[in-house]
């Protein structure tokens, strides 16, 4: 498993940060995702290191709020 983590703004609420976690859930190959709307940090486990990150990306922009993984 891999790990990939993003900056996520916008959020202000822990149903912000679950809105979020559905919608990275839901990218084929995520095994799970953690938001902490106090860091603004959503942490993805990812099955393998063949999912593009800008699936991820796009799911969490998809749901209004702005993200940028983080190196």
Same mark, same amino acid.
């Given at each position: 498993m891999a790990e990939l983590i993003f900056e996520v703004t916008g959020m202000h609420c822990s149903s912000c940060g679950l809105l979020v976690d559905? /919608?990275?859930? %839901?990218?084929?190959?995520?095994t799970s995702s953690s938001t902490d709307?106090?860091?603004?940090?959503?942490?993805?486990e990812i099955a393998s290191t063949g999912?593009?990150?800008? /699936?991820?990306? %796009?799911a969490i922009?998809?749901?209004g709020y702005t993200a940028r993984l983080i190196d």
């Open positions: 559905d /919608a990275v859930e %839901d990218v084929a190959g995520v709307v106090r860091t603004g940090r959503t942490t993805v999912i593009n990150p800008s /699936a991820i990306h %796009d922009t998809s749901t």
